[in-house]
C-alpha cells in the first residue's frame, strides 16, 4: 500500500486556468499509474483562480474515497469565519490536517497570532504540517522555513503533533535532531526534486535520509510525500525502492505512519 501526504491541485503553469475537476482528475491517474492507493491534497494559504479554496476541494473531492483534504492556512490573512469554517470540517473528519507556509509568509511557528489553530488541532486530533527548508518561489524568506524553529512549538505544544515538509531540505540534519528530540514532531520527504530525480542528485539524497534514520532510529516518523506534481511519483518510487531499508521500515514510511498519524481508514482502500 502507498499514502502520498502531499499533493497539490494548484495549477503552476499561470499562463492558463485549469479546473479544479481536471486538476483532481490528473491526480486520481497519475494515482492509478503509480499504484498510489490514497493522497492528501494541501491547499495554499492564498486562494485565487490557480489555487483553489479548502470549502471548494473539500466538495470536489466528495465520492472520491482515495483523496483527503489538508487545510491551508494564511498566516497573514485568516479571519474568524476561516476559524469557524475549519472547526466545522474538523467536527465532521472533513480534513484531515491543517498546513502553514513560513517561508512564503513572514513569520516563525511559534508566532502567538497562530495559537488559535494549534489549539484547535489539539482539540480534534490532527496534525498540523509546516513548509520547511527552501522556497519553489524565489521570493520566499528561507529564514522562516528552517526546521529548527519549530523545536520551540514542540517544546511548547507537546500535545500537538508536528510534521516538518520537506525534511526541512537542505536542512536535513537540523531537521533530524528536531525529530529525535521531539516525540510529536515527524517529517515527510516530498519536494526534494524539481520534477524527476537525477542519478547524481538521487544518491545524494539516499545517503541523507539514511542518514537521518541512523541518527533518528526506527522510522516511525517519517511519511512518504511527492509534492506532486512539482515532484514526479514515478521518479519518487524509484528514489524509494533504492533506500536501503528493510521492507518492514519502508512499509511504515509508505504508508502505516501515515494511515496512523492522519487516521485514514485503509480498510476502505
Same mark, same amino acid.
Given at each position: ?29 497519475? %494515482? $492509478? ?13 492564498? $486562494? ?7 470549502? &471548494? ?23 474568524? =469565519? ?13 480534513? =484531515? ?9 513572514? @513569520? ?7 495559537? $488559535?489553530?494549534?489549539? %484547535? ?8 504540517? @509546516? ?11 528561507? =529564514? ?31 531537521? %533530524? ?19 524527476? @530525480?537525477?542519478?547524481? @542528485? ?39 525502492? &533504492? ?27
Amino acid at each position: 500500500m502507498i499514502i502520498d501526504v502531499h499533493t497539490h491541485i494548484n495549477n503552476y503553469h499561470e499562463d492558463r486556468v485549469v479546473s479544479l475537476e481536471d486538476c483532481l482528475n490528473l491526480l486520481t491517474e497519475t %494515482m $492509478v499509474e503509480n499504484k498510489v492507493d490514497y493522497s492528501l491534497v494541501l491547499t495554499s494559504y492564498k $486562494v485565487n483562480e490557480h489555487r483553489p479554496s479548502t470549502k &471548494q476541494v473539500v466538495e470536489a473531492i466528495k465520492g472520491r474515497d482515495n483523496l483527503g483534504v489538508v487545510s491551508g492556512i494564511s498566516y497573514l490573512n485568516y479571519n474568524y =469565519k476561516d476559524i469557524i469554517e475549519i472547526s466545522d470540517y474538523l467536527e465532521r473528519g472533513l480534513i =484531515k490536517a491543517l498546513k502553514f507556509y513560513p517561508g512564503y509568509e513572514p @513569520f516563525y511557528p511559534n508566532d502567538s497570532r497562530l495559537k $488559535v489553530w494549534y489549539e %484547535m488541532a489539539i482539540e480534534y486530533d490532527v496534525p498540523v504540517m @509546516f513548509h520547511s527548508g527552501d522556497t519553489y518561489a524565489p521570493t520566499g524568506k528561507v =529564514k522562516y522555513s528552517h526546521p529548527l524553529h519549530i523545536d520551540d512549538l514542540a517544546v511548547d505544544y507537546p500535545d500537538l503533533k508536528i510534521v516538518i515538509c520537506h525534511v526541512g531540505n537542505p536542512w536535513i540534519r537540523d531537521c %533530524m535532531e528536531v525529530v529525535y528530540k521531539n516525540q510529536n514532531v515527524y517529517a515527510d520527504i516530498s519536494g526534494l526534486v524539481l520534477g524527476d @530525480f537525477s542519478e547524481k @542528485f538521487e544518491r545524494f539524497m539516499k545517503k541523507e535520509i539514511e542518514e537521518m534514520i541512523t541518527y533518528a532510529g526506527d522510522p516511525n516518523y517519517l511519511l512518504y510525500g511527492t509534492d506532486w506534481p512539482i515532484s514526479n511519483m514515478k521518479s519518487y518510487l524509484k528514489f524509494m525502492d &533504492q533506500l536501503e531499508l528493510d521492507d518492514e521500515k519502508k512499509e511504515r514510511i509508505l504508508w502505516k505512519n501515515a494511515a496512523d498519524l492522519y487516521k485514514i481508514d485503509v480498510s476502505k482502500l
